[in-house]
């Protein structure tokens, strides 16, 4: 069975930086397509980034194009979101997801996922 799960979440003020990570067990991540998402209250989940098997592929939504590097360790069976120019909009709690298609920025293409870390964004 595959679990995965984020670490990383906390209090950072607007402008910081963050790096969030996922720990995978039960299954090599190198057959899995991986993303992140995040979900603010009241909001529904939205995508963030997402990267292929191999890692040379990425994509990322407009929101945090630019600031925001999604990576992935096959052989730690790790994957990481590095946060930086943090802004308050960035507050939610973000997920990792995995999906054994191919890379995608829809919610419902993904078939396994972690419980979640918070990020709040605050002065």
């Known amino acids: 069975q595959v679990r995965l799960t984020e670490s990383g979440g906390g209090l950072v003020q607007p402008g910081g930086s963050l790096r969030l990570s996922c720990e995978v067990s039960g299954r090599s991540i190198s057959i899995y397509s991986m993303g992140w998402f995040r979900q603010a209250p009241g909001k529904e989940r939205e995508f963030v980034a997402a990267?292929?098997?191999?890692?040379?592929?990425?994509i990322y939504s407009d929101s945090v194009m630019g600031r925001f590097a999604i990576s992935r360790d096959n052989v730690k069976n790790m994957i990481y979101l590095g946060m930086s120019s943090l802004k308050v909009e960035d507050t939610a709690i973000y997920y990792c997801?995995?999906?054994?298609?191919?890379?995608?920025?829809?919610?419902?293409?993904?078939?396994?996922w972690g419980p979640g870390t918070q990020v709040t964004v605050s002065s």
């Open positions: 997801a995995a999906n054994m298609r191919y890379i995608s920025r829809t919610v419902e293409h993904y078939d396994y």
């Open positions: 990267i292929n098997r191999s890692g040379g592929s990425t």
